[in-house]
């Protein structure tokens, strides 16, 4: 049933969003500042781990990759390549029914992806656009890559929006050897301006005064004083 669901999701978007004949895909600007990230399972049937996490360029246009996996199984070689595909990973971790690759600009596997004009390729052929893994660039049995993408959006509605979709990892025969989903990352909560602390006035005294006031307590109201207290006042004062 989930299958068939996604098949028709997958036709629905075909006839909806993507266009009716090859075109190159459009360079994307104005992207939010947004990040997904896709973790592939956890499977029985495979030691491979990893999780690939794209986030918007710091300027908007496109987005920049994060590449990680680990653990390639060792009764499969490579090169290994790995996709964004137009359905999403169901509950039981079925990675045929991701269906197949993210393609909206209908540019279709008859013809290789040119590295040298990626926006010819497929868009969601990550390692044809950026490179395939090899023994050659995995080290202690582990793949790590940075790299821009230019035809990415992580604004959805966008023709070229990737985050409700999937990854898959291929070996050399294409066997697809693990997915994931596609999830939006949290922005990290600010920490809160601190509040400054009130410093004290450099002096003790008012505003305009450069000593305390002469006198003290109802003496120093001399505004509400009558003149008899004042003369009365200044006297104890001076005996």
């Given at each position: 049933m989930f299958l068939a669901v996604n098949l028709l999701v997958a036709l629905l978007l075909t006839l909806t969003i993507a266009p009716s004949h090859a075109q190159d895909a459009p360079e994307v600007d104005g992207n939010p500042n947004l990040t997904y990230n896709a973790r592939l399972g956890n499977k029985d049937t495979t030691t491979l781990r990893g999780v690939l996490t794209i986030t918007a360029a710091p300027d908007g246009?496109?987005?920049?990759?994060?590449?990680?996996?680990?653990?390639?199984p060792t009764e499969y070689s490579g090169p290994y390549a790995y996709h964004i595909h137009k359905a999403r990973v169901p509950d039981d971790g079925n990675c045929t029914a991701t269906l197949g690759h993210f393609d909206p600009y209908n540019r279709g596997m008859t013809t290789k992806c040119d590295?040298?004009?990626?926006?010819?390729?497929?868009?969601?052929?990550?390692?044809?656009?950026h490179g395939y893994i090899t023994a050659a660039n995995i080290t202690g049995n582990h793949y790590r890559c940075n790299y821009t993408d230019d035809y990415l959006s992580t604004k959805r509605g966008d023709t070229a929006f990737f985050g409700n979709l999937s990854l898959v990892v291929h070996a050399g025969n294409d066997t697809r050897l693990n997915c994931g989903n596609f999830n939006s990352v949290p922005a990290s909560t600010p920490t809160p301006a601190s509040t400054p602390t009130q410093q004290?006035?450099?002096?003790?005294?008012?505003?305009?005064t450069s000593s305390p006031p002469l006198f003290i307590g109802a003496a120093s109201s001399l505004g509400r004083t009558s003149p008899a207290a004042m003369l009365m006042a200044l006297a104890a004062f001076f005996l």
């Open positions: 246009v496109g987005v920049e990759v994060h590449v990680d996996f680990w653990d390639f590295d040298s004009a990626p926006e010819t390729c497929q868009l969601g052929d990550l390692s044809g656009k004290p006035s450099a002096s003790l005294y008012p505003v305009g």
